[in-house]
């Protein structure tokens, strides 16, 4: 089995309403997210999914949602925006995208350097 990964950092802000704590208040985070894909099989120049595409794909999913205020997109209309519904989004979004060897295996969204959600289906 391959996996092969691309990070990319965003800013964005949120609050999560209704909750008890300090991310009840409005506030931002540069998360840095992680998309990877897995496969069995490599195409004739060794590559799983080409970086470039991946690239191509996450940039313009990630460019919806960096620097905005995130409550405000339609994504998360009925969704809290978590670190862990931000990683099912996002995850939701780059499956729309089907490649021919490589599938979505889970997004990682960093909230802090210390902490961070995952997303699998
Ligand atoms: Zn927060």
């Not at 690239?55 to 862990?84: G, M």
């Amino acid at each position: 089995m391959f996996e092969i990964s691309v990070e990319k950092t965003i800013a964005c802000a949120h609050r999560l309403f209704g909750y008890n704590g300090p991310c009840e208040a409005l506030h931002g985070h540069n998360y840095t997210v992680v998309v990877s894909y897995e496969g069995e099989q490599l195409d004739q120049f060794g590559m799983l999914v080409d970086f470039v595409d991946v690239k191509r794909e996450f940039n313009a999913v990630l460019a919806v949602l960096d620097h905005t205020y995130l409550n405000d997109l339609p994504w998360f209309d009925n969704l809290s925006p978590s670190a862990e519904n931000i990683a099912k989004v996002i995850f939701q979004q780059m499956k729309k995208t089907q490649f021919e060897r490589g599938r979505v295996s889970s997004v990682k969204v960093w909230e802090t350097p210390t902490q961070f959600a995952i997303y699998r289906e």
